[in-house]
């Protein structure tokens, strides 16, 4: 009877670790499901907090990819709205009160305390005071990054950036960044061997 | 037919252009209390097309790089290459249908494209030269 215990607990035990052991190695990067550890160390929801405000969609997303907010820290947002005379090139000056609501809402959805993987991976990747204007200077942005040639992006015609999210994620809209969803224009899927 | 629908169908087509209608008039006036007009379409049309070199590139810049030459069509974003949708409000009655919309792309766009905001008469030409499109 005892001995039937130890086996039992024995067997239990040797599953835990092995679920453990799986979410630890196992860098699959897919969105929809997140591992043992992930949960712990790694945001439990899988991808970025999609974007649910209107205003938003439509006053940034009406000349570029609407960046979700949990793909910055709120010091990056403080640094975009402050300089949006200025913005990357471009004026994208808005009624004070409008600028207000959208420096809001990016504040309050910042990666800072987001318990989504992107987010917390982003947050993690940068030291305590850098303020990046650009999520593709983040260093787990650029990680992600690194194998693409320039005729993947830069010279892809239907890419030509790598602000240009959604040309290559195609479930970019709803934050998520999942490997198996990546269709790289004139290229296909991304596969990683 | 029930004559009522009728009204009704009538009234619902009628509403794009009467916001468009009161849009642009409620510009006219501010901008007319400003001291401009009367505003031309040609002179819109004109300005429309006029190039400026930007400042510190010094690339050739007018609406037409982004709205494109043919206004009821798509346009696109020079430097996102995001669509824009057509400018022409026979090709899209959403166009200048909403005060604050049109004031906050004519900051954005005169200080883009000419480098400084662009005046009141110059609004109101621009205005005057879109809206019969």
């Known amino acids: 009877m005892k001995r039937k215990l130890l086996t039992v607990s024995l067997l239990m035990l040797s599953t835990a670790m092995l679920g453990i052991s799986g979410a630890t190695f196992a860098d699959d990067d897919d969105d929809r499901k997140g591992g043992f550890l992930n949960r712990w160390f790694g945001g439990s929801k899988p991808g970025v907090a999609p974007v649910e405000n209107p205003q938003y969609l439509e006053e940034c997303g009406s000349c570029h990819f609407p960046y979700q907010p949990g793909l910055l820290p709120a010091r990056s947002w403080t640094k975009v709205m402050a300089t949006l005379d200025n913005h990357f090139g471009e004026n994208a000056e808005l009624p004070a009160e409008d600028a207000k609501m959208i420096k809001d809402y990016l504040l309050k959805n910042s990666a800072d305390d987001s318990n989504y993987k992107r987010s917390v991976k982003i947050m993690k990747s940068l030291r305590t005071n850098d303020a990046p204007l650009r999520v593709s200077e983040t260093p787990y942005f650029l990680k992600k990054h690194d194998e693409l040639t320039p005729k993947m992006v830069l010279n892809n015609p239907k890419v030509g950036s790598f602000s240009n999210c959604s040309a290559c994620h195609t479930q970019a809209a709803k934050g998520s960044f999942s490997e198996k969803e990546i269709l790289i224009p004139n290229f296909g899927a991304w596969e990683d061997d | ?133």
């Open chain 2, 1 to 133: 037919m029930n004559i009522r629908l009728i009204g009704i169908t009538a009234l619902l087509f009628a509403v794009p252009f009467y916001t468009q209608a009161s849009a642009i008039s409620e510009l006219e006036a501010e901008y007319q209390s400003q001291g401009s007009g009367p505003f031309s379409a040609a002179a819109g049309e004109a300005l429309w097309a006029k190039e400026f070199a930007d400042a510190k590139s010094g690339d050739k810049r007018s609406c037409l790089t982004c709205h494109t030459a043919d206004l009821a069509k798509e346009g696109k974003h020079a430097r996102t290459g995001k669509v824009i949708e057509p400018m022409a409000p026979s090709a899209n009655p959403q166009r200048l249908t909403e005060v604050k919309k049109i004031k906050k792309w004519f900051v954005r766009n005169c200080k883009w494209t000419l480098g400084r905001e662009c005046t009141a008469q110059e609004k109101g030409d621009l205005l005057a030269f879109l809206k019969a499109l």
